[in-house]
């Protein structure tokens, strides 16, 4: 099986597996690799390891070297200069009127390119400002207009939990939610308690949604009819944390049960 390592170009980001030709590099280190776009800074996700032909995409591109002083001072200058190009950018989206919000400016590597990312509700045409910034930065441009969740990424903040954005701190991709996995958690329906600042629904309904799945499995259904130690009643709201079923029982009293104390009332055929 060949060895690779990973590497990822931005924080919370894709890691990206590359041959790390020989050398033996540590978690943390800035290396330069070799992609599709030429040559990049990127710093080692995951050491050294073995992983089967499936798990890589060919040709496995390789790590050219360890990041030397030159190259961190070459990737300072860059963020410093992408600054600058985005009041620029700025400036000539104003010039031309588009209706379009810049997000983030990246410089490559040997700052032969800039990438302009951008969030718009409509498709954009910027042939004239490409032309524009091609003759003012004298280089490479493209423009890449990008998701609402993607812009949260690059800008970062707080969540409703007082904690760093999960996307931009450790989700290197976003996986679909759902307004299902809300409601199978009993969660508020209202859009400002379960939207995150992206406007899209939080990343973290997710997270709890599989174990939910599995605890309701062994849980009646929000009305059936069941039987307790105090007599028979009717499910009214189910706790899958605490696995327990909240029962309205025939004498109107609302009492909460755990799971093992309740028994479904079945019907003649047996069925539920």
């Known amino acids: 099986m060949p060895i690779v390592v ?20 540590k978690r943390q280190e800035a290396v330069v690799v070799e992609t599709a776009r030429g040559l990049e800074l990127g710093e080692v996700a995951t050491t050294n ?13 390789r790590v050219v070297r360890k990041a030397t ?28 009127g588009l209706d379009m919000h810049l997000v983030d400016a990246e410089y490559s590597f040997d700052a032969s390119k800039i990438v302009f990312c951008f969030t718009a509700d409509g498709r954009v045409d910027f042939r004239e400002l490409v032309k ?6 004298r280089m490479r441009i493209e423009l890449r207009q990008i998701g609402v969740r993607d812009e949260a990424k690059f800008l970062g903040g707080l969540g409703t939990c007082g904690r760093e954005l999960c996307c931009c701190s450790f989700l290197d991709e976003f996986e679909p939610v759902s307004i299902r996995m809300a409601k199978d958690q009993h969660l508020s329906l209202n859009p400002s308690k ?5 406007g899209r629904l939080m990343c973290c309904l997710r997270y709890e949604c599989q174990h939910y799945g599995g605890a309701r499995a062994h849980l009646p259904e929000v009305g ?20 327990s079923v ?5 004498n109107r009293v609302l009492k909460e049960f755990p799971v093992e104390e309740v028994d479904e009332k079945r019907n003649a055929a047996g069925k539920p």
Do not use: M, W
Request: glycine share 8%; with cysteine.
């Open 69 to 96: 002083a030159s190259d961190l001072q070459q990737s300072q200058r860059n963020q410093v200069r992408e600054k600058d190009a985005l009041d620029v950018c700025r400036r000539k989206v104003q010039e031309h």
């Open 194 to 198: 379960i939207s995150g600042v992206c």
């Open 6 to 25: 990973g590497v990822r170009f931005k924080r919370a980001g894709k890691i990206y597996y590359f041959d790390p030709a020989g050398l033996e590099l």
């Open 224 to 243: 059936a009819r069941v039987v307790t130690l105090d007599g028979e009643g009717r499910v009214v709201c189910v706790n899958a944390l605490k696995n």
């Open 246 to 250: 909240s029962v309205e029982l025939d």
């Open 49 to 61: 390891r073995e992983v089967s032909e499936e798990g890589i995409v060919s040709p496995l591109k």
């Open 132 to 137: 524009d910034l091609a003759s003012a930065f």
